[in-house]
């Protein structure tokens, strides 16, 4: 059933199954069992997607209502405790190099308080998961629950010992170093800056942004820098700006909070802290 409101909810498998951190076969196969169980289709196949039934139109209000309702009397609940976890959700560059430096010093400030940290690549639902903040890039959507921190800006950085060969041969006589996540930082800088570089998608890439800025650091190469995530590496000069000319992604940096009715009250005070 949580599976059919998840899919119903986002009209996608996908979507779902990157909610519920399952694969889409999983969401299809659950699905399935709950449409033998009714004897009642309540999605139709088609090679675009998935799409509602009338039936299943019909259901998903009560169903969304019904686990909304779990979801508030389980958070009801944990907050019964006299000293919860403060739960914070982030991406893991965000979580690796943005966060911690900010909540050591709500720690100091707040140490009656334990706060915990999960990495996610993907933004939780928080009206859903037991989370009290969660930060993640994104494109702010003007609601009341979201916070934009500042604007998601990049520039290229490297270590300071490849700065001559960069003022005598340009970018291209550097190794460019990749993020999995934000394989396009490269093409999009350099069509925002107009400046052409060779090969642009070649190069090592890693699966943690954190690692890419601990190679940038070691000299490998250079790194399309998120300046909110890398900005106290460049002011303590362990990364430099060879090409001072940034643009941004599009996106924000956002911290998203749970309905009113959902937050705890420590959790306005943590937010502004953050900001």
């Known amino acids: ?9 986002h009209v996608s498998f996908v979507s779902a199954a990157e909610e519920l951190n399952v694969t889409p076969g999983a969401i299809s196969q659950h699905v399935k069992s709950l449409e033998a169980w009714s004897e009642m289709p309540l999605f139709r196949r088609n090679a675009q997607g998935v799409v509602l039934t009338q039936a299943g139109q019909a259901l998903v209000a009560d169903f969304t209502a019904a686990f909304d309702g779990v979801a508030n009397a389980t958070r009801a609940l ?18 690796q190099l943005w966060l911690p430096k900010r909540l050591a010093k709500i720690r100091a400030q707040l140490p009656m308080i334990n706060f915990s940290v999960t990495a996610l690549e993907t933004a939780p639902s928080l ?34 010992v490849l700065l001559d060969r960069f003022a005598n041969e340009g970018f291209d006589s550097l190794t460019l170093l990749h993020d999995q996540t934000w394989v396009d930082d490269w ?3 350099c069509e925002a800056v107009e400046m052409p570089v060779k090969n642009v998608q070649n190069g090592p890439k890693f699966s943690l942004y954190s690692l890419a ?11 399309m820098g998120h300046l909110c995530l890398i900005d106290d590496l460049v002011a303590c000069g362990e990364l430099v700006i060879p090409k001072n000319t940034s643009c941004s992604t599009g996106k ?7 309905k009113v009715a959902q937050r705890r009250h420590e959790t306005h005070q943590v937010a502004q802290m953050l900001i």
């Open 187 to 189: 093409k999009t800088w």
């Open 252 to 258: 924000s940096l956002i911290l998203q909070l749970p």
């Open 127 to 160: 009206s859903r998961e037991l989370f009290d903040l969660a930060i993640f890039f994104g494109e702010p959507d003007g609601t009341a629950n979201q916070i934009s921190i500042c604007s998601d800006d990049i520039v290229p950085v490297c270590s300071p």
């Open 78 to 95: 944990r907050n019964l405790n006299p000293n919860p976890d403060f739960q914070i959700a982030a991406l893991p560059s965000i979580a």
């Open 1 to 9: 059933m949580r599976a059919f409101e998840a899919a119903a909810r």
């Open 213 to 223: 800025v601990e190679e940038a650091k070691a000299g490998a190469g250079a790194l």
